[in-house]
C-alpha cells in the first residue's frame, strides 16, 4: 500500500511514472545517422504535446469513460487555461505556477457553468450542447472578445507586458523559478543524441499527478457511482440518488484537467490562439480516447500519443523523402509507389489517422489498450503450451473481468 | 531517381561523428555546442518551408512549395538559376556558403497552433535556419514570434496585416510581401481616376485581424479622396451565404461596395453581390461599382467571370515586363508548366534573399543576417528597386493595382495590370499610427 493505492495500482503507476522519466529514450530509438532516424519522434515540443494531451484525455476520459457523457466541448476548457495562462504571464510573472493554477481555477469555473446548463440533458442532446457551446467560446474568442483574446493573431508576450512580481533580471521566457522551460541537455552516447527538455520534465510530472488522481478517482466511491450513471441512470433514479451532482463534479474535474492541459500548452509556448478553442480540437481528444481505450487508464494517454505522433512524425514525409526511399527502384515503378504512398504521409496524415481508427473501432473496440490485452494474452497461452492451454476449469467459469488498469 | 538530397539534423549527425568519437557519452547544452541554434557545422544547411498543405489555403501553399523548391534548386546550382541572373547577388550556385541546401517541409494547416508546433519540429527536430512561408497573418505573427524565441529567422510568405510589421514585428522576422496600408494608397489614386472623388463606400469586412487592417487602411485611403464611408459591416468568417449582409446595401445609398474578404469569402461574396445584380446598378446618377483591395490568382479564378472589370491590387503578377520577372515565370513555368502565384513569387525570392544575406555576411548567425538584411537595397527581383527597411523589417517597393481582365484569352490571365504605383506612393514612416505600438526588440541567436 501505497498513497492508498493497493499493489497492483502501486506497480501500475511506477510503471507509468518510469515510462514518463524515460520517455527521452523512448521516442528517440534510431541514432542521427541511420535512415530511421526520421521517426525519431524524441524532441521536446512532441514529447511535452504527448504528455500534455495525455493530461487532456484523461480528464476527457473520467467524463467519457466513467458517465458514458460524451462531451464535444472540451477544446473551450482547453482554450480558456491557454487564456488565463498567458494573462498571468502579462500582468503577474513568466513563473509558471500561478499561471497554471489560473488556468485550472479558470476552466474549472467555465466548466460549471457550461456544464450547468448542458447536463440538463443526455445522450446526443448533450453531446449538441457541448459542441454548441464550445462553438459559441471560439468565436466569442476569435473576434468578439479580441480585446481579451487578441482574436486570430492569438494572444502572446510583449516585451513591455507590466509582469508585476518579475523583477528587471527575470527571464524573458516562462520559467520555473528561473529555470527556464526551453533549457534543454543533450546526452551524446555514440550516434545517439538525446533531448532532456526542463518543459518536459515540467509537463511530465503534472501528467503523473493528472494520473494519480485519475487512479483514485477509478478506485473511489465516487468512481463507482460515476460508473452507474453509465451503467443505468434510470436505475440510479428509482434508488433515489440523483445523477446531476455525480455528473456535473465528472464534468468539472474533466474541465479541470483541460484547463491545466491548456495553462501547459501555453508555458510550453507562450501563445493562445482560438483555433486552440475550435470544435475538431474537442473531437480530436474524443479520438484519442476511443483510440487508446475508453474507461481504461492507459488508453487516453496511448491514444494522445499515437495522434500527436502521427501528426507530427507522419505529416513531414514528403514525397522528397519518399524518393529517396524508393530510390533503388526502377523509375517507374519508383514513381508509382511514391504516388501510392504520398496519399498517406504528408499532408495525408489524416487519412492514415482515419484507416486506423476505423480498423480500431471495427476489431477493437476496446482500443489500442484492448490489443495489447490480447496480445499478452495470446502470449501467456503460448506459454502455457498449446492453442487450447487453458485449464480446463477456466473454460466453465466465467471471463474474468480484466483489472481496469491492466 | 531521387529528386534531392535529404537529411535530417545535419548539424548533429556530423557534430556526432566528428565530435564525442563513438563511445563517450557527453552531456551538453544547446549554448555549449554551438554559437547560435542550429549552426549547421555539416555539408549542408537545412531551410524550412512552412505552408498551409491542407484547409483553406492549400492551393496557395503548394503553390509556394514548388517556388521554394525551386529556389533551393537555384541555390544549389542546378536548373537555369532563375532570378539569379538578374539579381546581383553573393550567391555562386555552390549552396551557401559552401553549404548545400536541403530542407524539409510543414503544414501550417492555416492554424497559428498547428503552424507553430510544425515550425517547433522543423527547429528542434530538423535543424532548420530559417523559416519561410504561409499564408495568412495570423500564421505569420505566430510563427514569427516563435521563431523570434528560438533565436532563428522567419522569411514572412504571403501577409497582408499591417501588424505583422506594425504591432507585431519582431527583429528576427522580415516580409517581402505588401501590406493593407501599400494597398490602400496605391488603389486610392487609380479609384479616384475611374469612378471620381465624390463616392459614397460601403465596406463587407471579413471579422478577424486581417480584415480590419485592410478596411481601416482602405477606408483612410478613400476618404483622403473625398469618399464618404456610409457603412462598414464584419462579417463572420465562416460566412458563405452573404445575400442577407448584400441585400442592405443596395438600400444605403452607397455606390461602390468594397469587399475586404480574401480567399473562400471572397469568391461567395463577390459572385452574391454580382447575383444581387449590384453592377447593373445606377445609384447617385452614378454605375454601381465593387472593389476588391487584395487579389490572388487562385481566387480570381475561383470568382470567374464576377471579376470582369473589378479593381484590386496584388504584390507582383507573371504578367510584369522586367528581367527578373521573365526569368523567374520561364524556369517555373519550364518546371511545372504553369505560371506561378503571387504567393509563390514572395517565397522563392524570401528564399533567396535569405540566403544572398547569409552569404553577404558570411554567416549563418541570425544576428549577422539581420543586419545584412536591414536597409538592404536590391533589384532584379521582378518589383524593381527595392529596399529592406531596417525600422520595421519590410519591403519597399511599386504596388500593382489590377483589375479583372474583359477579355481573358486563357486561365492565366483573368487580371490585367493597370497600373504600377511606385514606390514613394505607398512609402509610410515606421510609427504610422497603423503600425505603431510594435518594437522590434533586439535581434535573437539563441546563444
Not at chain 1, 491545466?260 to 490562439?273: K, T
Not at chain 2, 442592405?248 to 471572397?266: E, F, K, Q, R, T
Amino acid at each position: 500500500m501505497l498513497f492508498g493505492l493497493n499493489k497492483k495500482d502501486t506497480r501500475f503507476l511506477i510503471i507509468v511514472v518510469l515510462l514518463t522519466l524515460f520517455t527521452p529514450f523512448l521516442m528517440q530509438p534510431f541514432a542521427e545517422t541511420s535512415p530511421l532516424a526520421q521517426f525519431n519522434g524524441g524532441y521536446p515540443d512532441l514529447m511535452a504535446k504527448v504528455a500534455i494531451f495525455g493530461i487532456f484525455a484523461i480528464g476527457f476520459n473520467i467524463l467519457f469513460g466513467l458517465t458514458g457523457y460524451l462531451s464535444f466541448g472540451h477544446a473551450a476548457f482547453l482554450g480558456v487555461g491557454s487564456y488565463a495562462a498567458v494573462w498571468m504571464f502579462k500582468l503577474l510573472t513568466l513563473n509558471v505556477f500561478p499561471a497554471v493554477i489560473l488556468a485550472v481555477i479558470m476552466s474549472g469555473l467555465l466548466a460549471l457553468v457550461i456544464g450547468w446548463i448542458s447536463l440538463r440533458r443526455s445522450g446526443i442532446y448533450f453531446s449538441i450542447l457541448t459542441l454548441a457551446m464550445a462553438e459559441m467560446a471560439y468565436r466569442l474568442a476569435y473576434s468578439v472578445l479580441t480585446p481579451i483574446t487578441n482574436g486570430e493573431t492569438g494572444l502572446q508576450l510583449r516585451p513591455h507586458d507590466p509582469r508585476v512580481l518579475d523583477g528587471p533580471g527575470a527571464p524573458q521566457y516562462p520559467n520555473l523559478f528561473g529555470l527556464e522551460l526551453n533549457d534543454s541537455y543533450f546526452l551524446r552516447l555514440g550516434d545517439h543524441v538525446f533531448t532532456f527538455n526542463v518543459g518536459y520534465y515540467f509537463c511530465a510530472a503534472f501528467a503523473i499527478l493528472a494520473f494519480y488522481v485519475s487512479l483514485r478517482i477509478f478506485r473511489s466511491p465516487f468512481g463507482l457511482m460515476l460508473r452507474a450513471v453509465k451503467a443505468n441512470q434510470q436505475r440510479m433514479n428509482y434508488t433515489g440518488l440523483s445523477p446531476r451532482p455525480y455528473t456535473l463534479a465528472a464534468f468539472v474535474i474533466s474541465g479541470m484537467y483541460a484547463g491545466l492541459a491548456g495553462g501547459l500548452m501555453a508555458a510550453m509556448d507562450p501563445l493562445a490562439g482560438a483555433e486552440r478553442m475550435q470544435w475538431t480540437v474537442g473531437g480530436e481528444v474524443v479520438i484519442m480516447t476511443i483510440l487508446g481505450g475508453a474507461g481504461t487508464l492507459m488508453g487516453p494517454v496511448l491514444g494522445a500519443g499515437t495522434i500527436k505522433y502521427l501528426e507530427n512524425i507522419f505529416s513531414k514525409i514528403n514525397e522528397n523523402v519518399l524518393h529517396q526511399w524508393f530510390a533503388f527502384l526502377p523509375d517507374g515503378l519508383e514513381n508509382m509507389v511514391v504516388w501510392l504512398i504520398a496519399h498517406f504521409t504528408g499532408e495525408g496524415w489524416a487519412l492514415t489517422l482515419g484507416l486506423m481508427f476505423m480498423l480500431v473501432v471495427f476489431f477493437m473496440p476496446g482500443g489500442l489498450v484492448e490489443g495489447g490485452r490480447r496480445i499478452a494474452r495470446l502470449w501467456r497461452k503460448r506459454r502455457h503450451g498449446g492453442d487450447g492451454g487453458a485449464d480446463g476449469d477456466e473454460l466453465h467459469r466465467p471471463a474474468r473481468s480484466p483489472h481496469v488498469a491492466e | 531517381m531521387s529528386r534531392s538530397r535529404f537529411t535530417r539534423r545535419g548539424v548533429l549527425k556530423s557534430g556526432a561523428v566528428a565530435g564525442a568519437g563513438v563511445a563517450l557519452p557527453t552531456i551538453f547544452t544547446a549554448g555549449s555546442a554551438s554559437a547560435f541554434t542550429n549552426e549547421p557545422t555539416g555539408a549542408t544547411v537545412t531551410f524550412g518551408f512552412n505552408v498551409p498543405q491542407s484547409g483553406p489555403y492549400a492551393d496557395e501553399g503548394m503553390d509556394e512549395l514548388r517556388a521554394q523548391q525551386l529556389a533551393v534548386e537555384h541555390i544549389n546550382g542546378e536548373g537555369d538559376g532563375g532570378m539569379l541572373n538578374t539579381f546581383k547577388s553573393a550567391l555562386d550556385g555552390s549552396g551557401v556558403l559552401g553549404k548545400k541546401v536541403v530542407y524539409v517541409t510543414g503544414d501550417t494547416q492555416t492554424k497559428s497552433d498547428a503552424a507553430r508546433a510544425s515550425a517547433k519540429s522543423m527547429i528542434e527536430k530538423d535543424g532548420a535556419i530559417m523559416i519561410n512561408g504561409g499564408s495568412s497573418s495570423g500564421v505569420a505573427v505566430a510563427v514569427q514570434s516563435l521563431c523570434q524565441e528560438a533565436g532563428i529567422i522567419f522569411m514572412a510568405g504571403l501577409t497582408h496585416s499591417n501588424d505583422t510589421t506594425g504591432k507585431d514585428r519582431k527583429a528576427n522576422g522580415f516580409r517581402h510581401f505588401f501590406n493593407a496600408y501599400m494597398s490602400g494608397a496605391a488603389l486610392a489614386p487609380v479609384l479616384a481616376k475611374a469612378y471620381g472623388t465624390d463616392r459614397r463606400a460601403y465596406h463587407l469586412t471579413a471579422d478577424y485581424n486581417w480584415g480590419w487592417t485592410q478596411e481601416e487602411s482602405i477606408r483612410a485611403a478613400t476618404e483622403a479622396l473625398g469618399w464618404e464611408t456610409v457603412e462598414t459591416v464584419r462579417t463572420p468568417l465562416s460566412t458563405t451565404d452573404f445575400s442577407s449582409y448584400i441585400a442592405p446595401v443596395l438600400n444605403s445609398g452607397a455606390d461602390v461596395l468594397i469587399l475586404n474578404h480574401y480567399g473562400g469569402n471572397m469568391v461567395n461574396s463577390i459572385n452574391q453581390a454580382v447575383q444581387f445584380g449590384l453592377r447593373d446598378k445606377v445609384v447617385n446618377g452614378k454605375n454601381f461599382e465593387i472593389v476588391v483591395p487584395l487579389y490572388s490568382e487562385l481566387m480570381a479564378e475561383g470568382a470567374g467571370e464576377a471579376i470582369k472589370g473589378v479593381y484590386g491590387s496584388m504584390n507582383w503578377n507573371w504578367q510584369l515586363d522586367n528581367p527578373g520577372t521573365k526569368a523567374f515565370v520561364k524556369s517555373f513555368g519550364e518546371k511545372y508548366g504553369r505560371p506561378p502565384s503571387n504567393s509563390a513569387h514572395t517565397c522563392y525570392v524570401q528564399t533567396l534573399l535569405y540566403a544572398d544575406a547569409v552569404a553577404r555576411a558570411g554567416s549563418f548567425n541570425p544576428c549577422a543576417v539581420v543586419e545584412a538584411l536591414e536597409d538592404f537595397e536590391f533589384d532584379g527581383m521582378g518589383n524593381g528597386p527595392t529596399l529592406y527597411r531596417g525600422a520595421d523589417h519590410q519591403c519597399f517597393k511599386d504596388v500593382l493595382v489590377m483589375k479583372g481582365n474583359e477579355n481573358p484569352t486563357n486561365q492565366f490571365d483573368i487580371l490585367e495590370i493597370v497600373e504600377l504605383t511606385p514606390r514613394a506612393q505607398v512609402e509610410y514612416a515606421p510609427d504610422h499610427p497603423m503600425f505603431a505600438g510594435g518594437d522590434l526588440g533586439k535581434c535573437n541567436s539563441g546563444a
